[in-house]
């Protein structure tokens, strides 16, 4: 009698796991259609992957955890942009041959999808030279291009299309700049383009007018350009830092994806919240909350329009974390945090990531740097090397 007893308790047991596991399944699915109705996208059968048409990869450099957190504490009231990302996870950002990598070299990661050594612009061993998934984009009959708020020369937008040894020959790369594929590319660093502030004397801009691009000096010129081949250089130098340069980054971003959103066969576009990372070089509370509040802003604005698109993947990360910044303490409902840095230069910790849209959950968990274009590769069907 006892021993038909505990076969009875352990059939009920193993039957109540099963139903439990079942309906764990069916909960799983069910949030991911709620999910997916909530963006405005039509939620896919549990056995269907849906491709994205078009992947707007976001680079806040130097965006630790700390840095989010202090963001969304400031927006107050669960205002924050990065509440709005169903999924997250963390990507390890070590270098080839630094425990601490550089721009260069995580911009390379988060690009190519390869490891290379610090200061290295996807150039790896033996100046092997890397694809990135712009390349590969383009290859597709996609659209590409960028946004930042530094140089155009600068490391993680030279990742989206140059191949140097050292991360600051800029010679070399407004000269790479100038033959390559992208549709739309907006910052700063108009003085490197000029022959008379250049060792080789050369006129890259030249190169860019014969093979069609209109190159524009301010943010009035991009808003109103509807051509196909766009290069906004709206700084001598490096761009102003937030609040000074107004809404350049968000209205920059919508005037990107509105260009490239017009090829039927889609989209890659990078966009980087740059002067994050400098901010924290500096030790700078206020610049760095004035860097975050605006890259929130544009957060807003691409997540808006990745779901009222549907087809659209949004991923965030960063190349590094800068400065080594904790939050001791701080105040919830007065949006403040109590702002303290370890040094001025990059940490070796993960960083956050976070993803919306068509694919998005295949970022959760812990990841590599170089998984991200991996599996946007794959995601958006598209080779890679």
């Known amino acids: 009698m006892n021993i038909n007893k505990i076969l009875l308790s352990t059939l009920l047991v193993a039957s109540l796991v099963l139903s439990s596991c079942e309906e764990m399944a069916y909960m799983v699915h069910d949030f991911d259609q709620a999910l997916a109705m909530s963006e405005g996208q039509e939620a896919p059968a549990s056995d269907e992957l849906v491709a994205p048409t078009n992947v707007i990869l976001i680079v806040g450099d130097g965006m630790g955890v700390p840095q989010v957190y202090a963001s969304v504490v400031a927006a107050r009231e669960d205002n924050s942009a990065f509440l709005r990302f169903p999924y997250t996870g963390f990507s390890r950002t070590y270098s080839r041959n630094k425990y601490r990598t550089d721009s260069a070299a995580g911009g390379t990661a ?17 100046s092997a030279r890397y694809n990135t998934i712009f390349d590969d984009a383009k290859a597709a009959g996609m659209s590409t291009g960028f946004v930042v708020t530094s140089s155009v020369l600068d490391a993680t937008p030279a990742a989206t299309y140059g191949h140097v040894p050292y991360r600051k020959m800029f010679d070399t790369l407004s000269l790479q700049l100038s033959q390559c594929q992208h ?17 080789d004397g050369l006129r890259p801009l030249d190169t860019l007018a014969r093979r069609g691009y209109t190159v524009v000096n301010t943010l009035d010129s991009l808003n109103r350009f509807s051509g196909d081949k766009l290069l906004a250089l709206l700084y001598e130098g490096d761009p102003l830092t937030a609040p ?34 400098w901010a924290c070089h500096n030790n700078d509370s206020a610049y760095m909350r004035a860097e975050l509040a605006d890259f929130e802003h544009m957060l807003h604005a691409v997540i808006d329009f990745a779901q009222r698109d549907g087809r659209t993947l949004v991923v965030v990360t960063a190349d590094h974390e800068t400065g080594g910044l904790t939050l001791p303490d701080g105040n919830i409902e007065l949006g403040t945090n109590d702002v303290r840095y370890l040094w001025g230069s990059h940490t070796g910790c993960m960083v956050p990531v976070f993803a919306l849209g068509p694919g998005a959950h295949y970022f959760s968990g812990i990841q ?8 946007i590769r794959w995601l958006m069907e598209i080779s890679g090397e």
């Open 110 to 126: 988060l690009t190519t999808g390869h490891k290379v050594d610090n200061n290295h612009v996807n150039w790896g061993p033996d």
């Open 183 to 199: 549709d739309v590319m907006v910052g700063g660093g108009r003085k490197y383009f000029l022959p008379e502030n250049r060792k």
């Open 244 to 277: 000074a340069r107004g809404d350049v980054l968000t209205q920059a971003a919508k005037k990107a994806i509105a260009l490239l959103g017009r090829n039927e066969k889609g989209f890659a576009l990078m966009i980087e919240g740059s002067q994050i990372d």
């Open 368 to 375: 590599e740097n170089t998984d991200i274009p991996e599996k």
